[in-house]
């Protein structure tokens, strides 16, 4: 696998942002109404993005955001469903992750829903822990925010 960093207008990255969304409301789209949480994934703010590839074929990505000086968000981290299961999700998070550090923040934040179990699995054993909800999340009942120190 290769861990290729972009950014948010790479053709790739937009695609398997697409394919996640799809995921999405095959998996909790009767349970939660997805189109308010449009607005906050938007890819025009996305600099950093990591494409997989399999023999140049795109199985995954991921992203950062800053959210604050010190804090980054973890956005739009998917891997196509051949590929899940094989540890590429953890990697390419962790990669995430020593990236923000790289560029100087101290703590990571995400959102996600405990609907999203092997997500929600992932993001534990990488040391996240549950965090009240932020920013846009407050009160967003299905929302579930993790946080994560990093440098």
């Known amino acids: 696998m290769n861990y290729i960093r972009t950014d948010g207008k790479n053709e790739d990255f937009i695609e398997n942002c697409r ?3 799809m995921d999405l409301d ?16 938007q890819l025009d703010e996305i600099r950093e993005a990591i494409v997989v590839y399999d023999n140049g074929k795109p199985v995954g990505g991921g992203a950062i955001r800053r959210y604050d000086e010190e804090t980054i968000e973890l956005k739009r981290v998917f891997v196509h469903s051949d590929y899940q299961g094989q540890g590429i999700g953890s990697t390419l998070v962790s990669k995430l992750i020593e990236w923000a550090a790289e560029l100087g923040y101290r703590r990571m934040i995400l959102e996600t829903g405990e609907l999203l179990a092997e997500s929600c ?3 534990r054993k990488l040391g996240f822990q549950v965090i009240p909800n932020y920013g846009p999340y407050e009160g967003m009942q299905e929302s579930l925010c993790m946080g994560k120190e990093i440098g």
């Open 26 to 41: 095959r998996r909790v789209g009767r349970q939660i109404k997805r189109e308010k949480y449009a607005k906050f994934n």
């Open 19 to 21: 394919l996640l969304d």
């Open 121 to 123: 699995a992932v993001y």
